[in-house]
């Protein structure tokens, strides 16, 4: 999924929850579900970083060998 999806579905999940309701509510809503996935994101990215840093480790020390 593409991040324009991923906004747009966000933006869909939001006027769901909130219809019929002030468009402030959404907003809210929708900033906050796009906060979460964000972070969600970002936390996946440094473990990535991690993960890179041991390979990285790993084979430098084979190479060395």
Avoid: C, F
Wanted: charged share 30%.
């Amino acid at each position: 999924m593409n991040a324009n999806e991923i906004i747009d579905n966000i933006k869909i999940v939001a006027d769901k929850q909130y219809i019929g309701e002030p468009a402030a509510y959404r907003l809210a809503y929708h900033v906050g579900l796009l906060e979460s996935h964000l972070r969600g994101y970002i936390q996946t990215a440094e473990i990535a970083q991690e993960y890179i840093k041991e390979l990285e480790t790993k084979l430098i020390a084979k190479e060395s060998e």
